[in-house]
């Protein structure tokens, strides 16, 4: 029997890892660690210079599960290195509570797990779907949605594996499962961000900012992750860990000498 390590960005008591691992516990041995708070949004960060608690708790279905006080991809790290007994074969997270496409690869806590297990030469899929407060359907369904597309990509991958250096990034629209259209295997779309931080003053008079601003912005491009879960369908992007851009090597090299 494989084992399967599910974490997230969310923490451990999040709803939606929950319902990834009750998708997937039948596949496979299920180990469950994840941060013991929400650290979306943390991207890649990992720990060097102080020490990481492992901790036991009980998930809502009464499972035992492991809390880290670390960033998402600690994680990863201390279960791919074994500290949890087994070494998983394959590392799942999600159920993420907020789309990660486009850029926002770059900032997703859930997609850097994916990232730092296909580092450590474990196949690995990133799953994201609406934030649960901005659901326009029950829940409960669109997670059942995610969790049946998830049992089918996990048993794939079982068998299959995925190439070298490569991760699977699914994001699913807000909809649950009868009224998907379809999958679509997708490349990372066009998303952005206004950058607005809002100034306050804090009780000293001192400035604080929150460093939001509005967005995403995003081109529905046909082919891409923003595109595909816009028209209602699931996206499945491949994404490598070579970010080489190829084309620009060639000029590169004639514009700069010693
Ligand atoms: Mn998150």
Excluded at 87 to 114: F, R
Excluded at 215 to 233: I, L
Aim: charge should be negative; include cysteine.
């Amino acid at each position: 029997m494989s084992t399967i390590l599910i974490t997230n960005d969310d923490g451990t008591h999040d709803p939606g890892l929950l319902a990834l691992k009750r998708a997937v516990e039948k596949l496979a041995d299920v180990i469950v660690l994840a941060p013991e708070r929400n650290r979306s949004a943390v991207s890649h960060q990992i720990t060097m210079h102080k020490p990481l608690r492992v901790k036991p708790v009980v998930l809502a279905d009464g499972t035992p599960a492991h809390t880290c006080s670390g960033s998402p991809a600690d994680c990863v790290r201390l279960a791919a290195g074994g500290v949890l007994g087994v070494k998983p074969d394959l590392v799942i997270s999600g159920i993420n509570a907020g789309h990660n496409m486009g850029v926002d690869i770059y900032y997703s806590g859930t997609v850097a797990c994916a990232r730092e297990a296909t580092i450590n030469g474990l196949p690995a899929i990133a799953f994201s779907s609406v934030y649960p407060h901005r659901a326009t359907a029950p829940i409960e369904e669109i997670w059942a949605a995610c969790g049946k597309i998830a049992a089918t990509l996990v048993s794939n991958v079982l068998q299959n594996g995925l190439p070298r250096q490569t991760l699977l990034n699914v994001n699913l629209p807000d909809l649950p499962y009868e009224q998907l259209k379809g999958l679509k295997i997708t490349r990372i779309g066009s998303r952005s961000y206004k950058l607005e931080p809002e100034q306050r003053a804090d009780p000293f008079g001192q400035a604080y900012y929150w460093p939001m601003g509005d967005g995403p912005f995003d081109d529905h491009d046909e082919g891409t992750d923003v595109g595909a879960v816009a028209h209602g369908y699931v996206s499945i992007t491949p994404i490598t860990l070579d970010a080489t851009n190829y084309d620009f090597m060639d000029e590169l090299s004639q514009r700069v000498h010693m």
